[in-house]
Nanobody
Framework: QVQLVESGGGLGQAGGSLRLSCAAS????????MGWYRQNPGKQRELVAR???????NYADSVKDRFTISRDNAKNAMYLQMNSLKPEDTAVYYC????????????????WGQGTQVTVSS
């Protein structure tokens, strides 16, 4: 099995910064896309940012120019630098990874972390 563990959430102030980390471990052969999603109660989970194994990125319009996604392939880790925080960034943030678990199959599997709460006060 593959485990994703997020860290770095917590309380931030409007205009401030937080940095989220995601560490992948377990039976991993190769990780392809990774991403951050967020969700509030009663709402659908939404994409925040996504990054390919080659470093190509895409962002939700609401976070462009404020958030930066990055990854360290050697460490199977991913990060989200969140600057200029807004109260509307408050949500549970989830780490996502698409991975293969063996060299003998190209089948990819989707994995999710447990989520980390980010709360931004005004």
């Amino acid at each position: 099995q593959v485990q994703l563990v997020e860290s770095g959430g917590g309380l931030g102030q409007a205009g401030g910064s937080l940095r989220l980390s995601c560490a992948a471990s377990g039976r991993i052969f190769s990780i392809y896309d990774m991403g951050w999603y967020r969700q509030n109660p009663g709402k659908q989970r939404e994409l925040v940012a996504r990054i390919s194994s080659g470093g190509n990125t895409n962002y939700a319009d609401s976070v462009k120019d404020r958030f930066t996604i990055s990854r360290d392939n050697a460490k199977n880790a991913m990060y989200l630098q969140m600057n200029s925080l807004k109260p509307e960034d408050t949500a549970v943030y989830y780490c996502y990874a698409q991975a293969t678990i063996t060299r003998y199959s190209r089948t990819t599997y989707d994995y999710w972390g447990q989520g980390t709460q980010v709360t931004v006060s005004s």
